[in-house]
């Protein structure tokens, strides 16, 4: 049942990011409504666990290790930086499998937001 299915992934406010803490501020509720519709938590989730891609949860500000060895902190530029261009830094022991996406500056800065909100709360 296809139907089904797609009832869940629309249900995705409970489903996708179950016992993940929800935003509060305006841009943070946007970024967390485009990722649902973007398709992004087919490969990340809100709630610690790993997925094909590495959780959200606490990635905003974390050090991040690069395929090659470099660290780098996860700060907004760095996050922008993975949606608008994912192969350009691939988080080591990933594959760079992330497809890349249209959305605009503006939305982009909304999931960032979101990202940034999920480090801040517990
Ligand atoms: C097909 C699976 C897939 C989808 C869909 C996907 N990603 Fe990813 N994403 C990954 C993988 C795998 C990585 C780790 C490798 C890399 O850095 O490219 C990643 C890395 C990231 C990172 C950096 C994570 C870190 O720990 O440094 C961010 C931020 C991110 N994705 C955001 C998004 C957003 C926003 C979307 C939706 C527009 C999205 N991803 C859709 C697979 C996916």
């Known amino acids: 049942m296809v139907a089904a299915g797609m009832l869940v992934v629309a249900c995705g406010g409970g489903g996708g990011t179950a016992g993940a ?8 509720k946007r970024g ?3 990722a649902e ?4 938590q087919a490969c990340h989730t809100a ?11 606490d990635l905003a500000g974390s050090r991040i290790k690069l395929d090659g060895g470099k660290t780098v902190v996860a700060n907004d ?7 608008i261009a994912p192969k350009s830094q ?9 497809p890349g ?17 999920l480090s801040s709360l517990t």
């Open 32 to 34: 967390l409504v485009l």
């Open 101 to 117: 996406n249209d959305l605009s500056e503006d939305q982009v800065a909304d999931i960032v937001a979101y990202l940034n909100e």
């Open 47 to 57: 709630n610690g666990k790993n997925s094909t891609g590495p959780t959200w949860k």
């Open 90 to 98: 691939v988080v080591s022991g990933y594959a760079g499998i992330m």
């Open 77 to 83: 530029s760095y996050l922008t930086r993975s949606i």
């Open 21 to 28: 803490p929800q935003p509060t501020s305006a841009a943070g």
């Open 37 to 40: 519709q973007s398709g992004c």
